[in-house]
């Protein structure tokens, strides 16, 4: 299976930018869709977007403008761009993948869909 491992978070105002990085080794990198979660204490776990590596890409609506997620297929990385940050973005942030064909596009920001999962990343946005 493939193996995750998230780096790039910390703290940063409100209205700064982050960028968060998902190395990815194992089977080939090409053969996964791949999501970024976040969970805040006290609060379920969310799917923040996703994306398949054919180029469809699925936000929540919470971070929809403002998220970016992208890879580099070369470096086998999945990243996530987060401009305009939020207070309310403060969560652990996790990375996770999934065999193409588990679920359809629809659910890609399901938490159900995903079998395997980086450590986390902490993000903080705070004045």
């Known amino acids: 299976q493939v193996q995750l491992v998230e780096s790039g978070g910390g703290s940063v105002q409100p209205g700064g930018s982050l960028r968060l990085s998902c190395a990815a080794s194992?089977?080939?990198?090409?053969?996964?869709?791949m999501a970024w979660f976040r969970q805040a204490p006290g609060k379920q776990r969310e799917g923040v977007a996703a994306?398949?590596?054919?180029?469809?890409?699925l936000y929540s609506d919470s971070v929809k403008g403002r998220f970016t997620i992208s890879k580099d297929s070369a470096k086998n990385t999945l990243y996530l761009q987060m401009n305009s940050l939020k207070a309310e973005d403060t969560a652990m942030y996790y990375c996770?993948?999934?065999?193409?064909?588990?679920?359809?596009?629809?659910?890609?920001?399901?938490?159900?869909?995903?079998?395997?999962w980086g450590q986390g990343t902490q993000v903080t946005v705070s004045a």
């Open positions: 994306y398949d590596w054919d180029g469809y890409t």
């Open positions: 194992g089977r080939p990198y090409r053969t996964y869709y």
């Open positions: 996770a993948a999934a065999p193409t064909g588990v679920c359809s596009a629809s659910l890609f920001l399901s938490w159900a869909c995903y079998s395997t």
